[in-house]
């Protein structure tokens, strides 16, 4: 049986809810990024984490997964048309985190 949902914010929280889905979609709004790229932005992250992440929001179809064969590993990660029209959303978010983050005194560490 289908979930259920009651609200349409928690059906947009159950697909990209969670500490690291908005953040690996709002790095991809950038481009598109190798896994290395990703684990460099988000140095909290841990590999099975971001593996695991990067994996639902596949299955998802919030991103594409690009495997060029090769050796080292050439792996490349994009949004799809779905996970593009989050980027409004992500935008948001963004904005918002870094006007919340200005009022309060709490310092971003960004990593590009």
């Given amino acids: 049986m289908a979930k ?4 349409p914010v928690e059906y947009a929280v159950d697909v990209i809810g969670g500490k690291w889905r908005p ?4 790095h991809l709004k950038e481009g598109v990024h190798r896994y290395g ?3 460099r932005r ?3 992250v841990s590999e ?4 695991q992440r ?13 495997d060029h064969g ?6 490349e990660y994009r949004l799809t048309e779905e996970g593009l029209s989050l ?16 009022r309060t005194g709490t310092t971003i560490e960004e990593t590009a």
């Fill in 54 to 66: 990067l994996r639902e929001l596949e299955a998802d179809g919030l991103i594409l997964r690009h």
């Fill in 37 to 39: 790229e990703l684990r």
């Fill in 4 to 7: 259920r949902y009651h609200c």
């Fill in 48 to 51: 099975k984490m971001l593996t």
């Fill in 87 to 102: 980027a409004p959303v992500l935008q948001a978010l963004y904005d918002w985190g870094a006007a919340r983050a200005a």
């Fill in 23 to 26: 953040v690996i979609l709002a």
């Fill in 70 to 75: 090769t050796t080292p590993p050439h792996v």
């Fill in 42 to 44: 988000m140095p909290d």
